[in-house]
């Protein structure tokens, strides 16, 4: 039996998709914003302030092993509804909450542990996500392109542990930042130059969770990135998420970008 916390995205459902061919026993905590599982029958709809009620589940149904996936939003702790368990451990999320969203999943997968409940890597089921190191499209990075990501990976590198940098842009000899706004308004901030030119660096945070938190990318990633004038996508070697692989290493091809994993 898998415990599977989804909330909002794609992934969960490549997940579930895998667990059910697979003929896995599963349940699912919905914690997606709008209740996107709710038509599947062994899903439970269960708020983070109803701890007791997500621990006494998982106990009923003997289960050793949960996975975590999708992003979790950031919850109005105002209106939450409290069971016991939850009132004792409330404080500790709301006070991760101040980091961000990825300081709150952190947080429930340290008190799972405390619950003795093992977290297992989002990944799991779907180890195919996952892109190894190489090159995955016809055009590969120049020494100018080797150069910039050098330097990207430098910053990412000498970040401290409490920013929520999970990308960054080098582009014409210019940084640009992920904020916790997210990759997808870091890449609109980018204004597009005749020139082609500039990468898009995704790897983990430091110290992050790499059960449950993995930098992603997908079709819409380079969709954006083309709008941009970027011509290129690094990952890092097995610590990343690469939805529909297919079409985006064809889009890639297609529009002379490069897909690097270091």
């Known amino acids: 039996m898998i415990g599977l916390f989804f909330g909002d995205a794609e992934f969960p459902k490549l997940i579930l998709k895998s667990i059910k061919k697979k003929k896995k026993n599963y349940f699912i ?14 899903s439970h ?35 939450l509804k409290l069971d016991m368990t939850g009132i004792y451990y ?17 947080e429930l997968i340290k008190i799972l542990s405390i619950e003795k409940i093992k977290v297992i890597s989002s990944i799991y089921f779907n180890p195919e996500l996952s892109l190894r190191r190489g090159n995955y499209s016809k055009l590969k990075p120049n020494k100018h392109d080797l150069i910039d990501i050098k330097k990207g990976m430098k910053i990412l590198q000498n970040l401290n542990y409490y920013d929520h940098v999970q990308a960054v842009i080098i582009k014409n000899n210019i940084v640009a930042k992920e904020t916790y706004k997210g990759t997808k308004k870091l890449i609109k901030s980018i204004k597009k130059t005749k020139i082609k030119s500039g990468v898009l660096i995704k790897f983990p945070k430091k110290k992050q969770d790499l059960r449950a938190d993995l930098p992603t990318i997908g079709f819409d990633t380079f969709k ?39």
């Open 29 to 42: 905590i919905d914690l997606s914003k709008n209740n996107i599982f709710k038509k599947d029958i062994y």
């Open 45 to 79: 709809r269960i708020s983070i302030g109803q701890f007791g009620k997500i621990l006494k589940l998982i106990r009923d149904k003997n289960c050793k092993k949960v996975i975590f996936a999708g992003k979790i939003n950031k919850p109005k702790f105002s209106h």
């Open 90 to 106: 409330i404080p500790r999320i709301i006070k991760a909450a101040k980091k961000g969203d990825a300081a709150i999943l952190k």
């Open 224 to 262: 954006d990135c083309k709008k941009a004038g970027l011509k290129g996508v690094v990952l890092k070697n097995k610590q990343n998420i690469f939805l529909e692989k297919k079409a985006c290493i064809n889009f890639a091809n297609k529009n002379k970008m490069f897909i690097a994993v270091k």
